[in-house]
């Protein structure tokens, strides 16, 4: 699975979140948002946004995003 570093995020809890992502990938459908996205998956916008790298909140229709999934240990 291809993990994309963030290139935004700084400070220690990020780079946690951020070495910490794996999931599924999904591809933004017209009318999503990262918001809409986050809640369909039960994450949240923040850690897609990390875990894609994403300088905003915008997704755009077409986009593939690793959507981050919360394993339980």
Known sequence: MLVVAPT????NDADQLARSCHGVYHTVRG????YSIAG???TSAYRIRLCNGL???????????????????
């Not at 935004?8 to 400070?11: D, H, P, Q």
């Not at 300088?55 to 240990?73: C, D, E, F, K």
């Open 8 to 11: 935004s995020a700084s400070g």
């Open 31 to 34: 009318g999503q948002t990262i």
């Open 40 to 42: 369909a998956y039960s």
């Open 55 to 73: 300088a905003a909140y915008s997704v755009y229709s077409g986009q593939t995003l690793l959507i981050p999934i919360y394993r339980s240990r």
